[in-house]
């Protein structure tokens, strides 16, 4: 509700003043802590090691389809 009253917002916007509203309030996060965060989610048990089976089994279940070439990768 802070956006709300800090924009003085009264009326219905369309997308483009939602992004500059968005741009103008959301903490910006580099891509690495992202990319960090998904792999703390994978490496379950603090090895810094991730599992192919795991990886493999995580990207089918998002309907991320393999290549028969890319399993092995």
């Given at each position: 509700m802070?956006?709300?009253?800090?924009?003085?917002?009264?009326?219905?916007?369309d997308?483009?003043?939602?992004?500059?509203?968005?741009g103008k309030?959301?903490?910006v996060?580099?891509?690495d802590?992202q990319l960090?965060?998904?792999?703390?989610?994978?490496?379950?048990?603090?090895?810094?090691?991730v599992?192919?089976?795991?990886?493999?089994?995580?990207?089918?279940?998002?309907s991320?389809?393999?290549?028969?070439?890319?399993?092995?990768?």
């Open positions: 802070a956006i709300v009253a800090e924009e003085n917002l009264t009326e219905p916007f997308f483009p003043r939602f992004l500059d509203l968005m309030h959301m903490k996060e580099p891509f802590h960090r965060d998904a792999f703390k989610v994978l490496n379950k048990d603090s090895t810094s090691l599992s192919v089976t795991e990886l493999r089994h995580i990207l089918t279940s998002i991320e389809k393999l290549k028969p070439s890319t399993n092995n990768e």
